[in-house]
């Protein structure tokens, strides 16, 4: 597979990029050229703009399938659904559950991964939980909250085939800064659903937690005589920041001001739950019914439980509410999740060297095609 790609505009790190083709050689982005050599074969895509696959980190369902149903199936039609909205990589995201069940998502993971993904590729699992505490416990089972311990993480990683790269807990839980400490290096460890100080937050950070999850959502929040988690993660350089930026957990001029205080550090996800391109109804998230409604989705007591949101339109928000460049908001969902992981080096922004995943955009932002290591798996009816 060898070819070169046309088009209008490629979206890269720091400008966009114009006249050029673009060399696409076994799966990766190669250089580009002026000139095209003899006998080159040329994908044209005059007209359009052509931006890197989108990586959505914390996502847990879509279109009526969960990773909590534990079963393959669910894994393969999320992967499939996510390549018609752009989203090429992603982390499979459980949340606070029985052991037995969130043991078989574990293994539903692993075993579809196994099976091969047709659609946006795994990067590993994300574990949401199960330490967390009440008090900002969001759509968590608090019947189901525990203290971390190496014993479970071992166990989990195991049946994982050791897919686990994130995992997400309340600081203050007994246990945690040592839980934390010792697994900085192995898998990106976060903050979320927590009541902690924001000395806390710190100790966490000292320990080794590097990002914080839906920033706002599910923490306490920013007050002048306590920063509290917010505060922690504003003043936390060396920290990533997730937003969830559907106008519904985030004001949008917060959301911008996020992005003035944490700029390359802000990273977009979805916290997409199975309601996600689904009329409106009542689903479930975990064991709890949720009713979703003009694209929200709330538990009975009116709290959000997850987002319906496409990543690629909490890019198209952020940039709006920001006035900030396409190509900038744009990494936010693609080079910096894979920053946040280490994998930089291989996904996340075109660059020569990198895997060859792409999306197609026409005049309207819309998704004309999207492409997996250089190979177009979903083209969009353009005009049908």
């Known amino acids: 597979m060898d070819f070169y790609l046309k088009a209008d505009r490629f979206l890269l790190e720091e400008d966009n990029k114009e006249g050029s083709y673009l060399h696409i050689q076994e799966g990766r982005f190669g250089e580009f050229v002026d000139e095209l050599p003899n006998d080159a074969k040329v994908v044209d895509w005059s007209g359009y703009t052509i931006a890197p696959g989108l990586f959505d980190t914390h996502i847990h369902g879509v279109r009526g399938h969960d990773v909590m149903d534990g079963t393959t199936e669910a894994v393969h039609e999320m992967s499939k659904t996510l390549l018609e909205i752009g989203v090429t990589r992603f982390l499979p995201t459980t949340l606070t559950s029985s052991k037995d069940d969130l043991e078989?998502?574990?293994i539903?993971?692993?075993?579809?991964?196994?099976?091969g993904l047709v659609g946006a590729k795994s990067e590993g699992?994300?574990?949401?939980?199960?330490?967390?505490?009440?008090?900002?416990?969001?759509?968590?089972?608090?019947?189901?909250?525990?203290?971390?311990?190496?014993?479970?993480?071992?166990?989990?990683?195991?049946?994982a085939d050791g897919q686990i790269v994130k995992i997400a807990l309340a600081p203050e839980r007994?246990?945690?800064?040592?839980?934390?400490?010792?697994?900085?290096?192995?898998?990106?460890?976060?903050?979320?659903?927590?009541?902690?100080?924001?000395?806390?937050?710190?100790?966490?950070?000292e320990a080794g937690a590097r990002n914080y999850v839906h920033l706002f959502n599910g923490m306490s929040g920013l007050h002048h005589r306590e920063p509290g988690v917010v505060g922690a993660a504003f003043t936390s350089e060396d920290c990533y920041a997730e937003l969830i930026a559907d106008g519904h957990h985030v004001h949008q001029d917060v959301a911008a001001l996020s992005l003035k205080i944490k700029e390359g550090k802000l990273m977009l996800i979805s916290d997409c739950m199975r309601a996600g391109l689904m009329p409106d109804g009542q689903y479930h998230l975990g064991e709890f019914e949720v009713t979703m409604k003009d694209g929200m989705a709330r538990l009975d007591?009116?709290?959000?439980?997850?987002?319906?949101?496409?990543?690629?339109?909490?890019?198209?928000?952020?940039?709006?509410?920001?006035?900030?460049?396409?190509?900038?908001?744009?990494?936010?969902?693609?080079?910096?999740p894979a920053k946040s992981l280490g994998i930089e080096d291989r996904l996340g922004s075109i660059a020569a060297g990198k895997l060859a995943d792409f999306v197609v955009l026409d005049q309207n932002q819309q998704i004309v095609a999207v492409a997996v290591e250089g190979q177009v798996k979903h083209e969009a009816n353009v005009g049908g």
């Open 104 to 106: 078989k998502a574990i």
């Open 108 to 115: 539903a993971v692993k075993e579809a991964v196994e099976e």
């Open 125 to 159: 699992i994300f574990l949401e939980g199960p330490s967390f505490t009440e008090k900002y416990k969001g759509a968590q089972n608090p019947s189901y909250f525990i203290n971390p311990t190496m014993e479970d993480y071992e166990r989990w990683q195991k049946l």
């Open 174 to 205: 007994e246990g945690a800064l040592a839980f934390i400490e010792t697994l900085q290096d192995q898998v990106l460890m976060s903050i979320a659903h927590t009541d902690a100080s924001y000395d806390r937050c710190k100790e966490a950070n």
């Open 301 to 336: 007591n009116g709290s959000l439980a997850g987002s319906t949101l496409k990543l690629i339109d909490g890019v198209f928000n952020l940039q709006k509410w920001s006035g900030q460049s396409l190509n900038k908001i744009w990494h936010l969902a693609s080079l910096t």
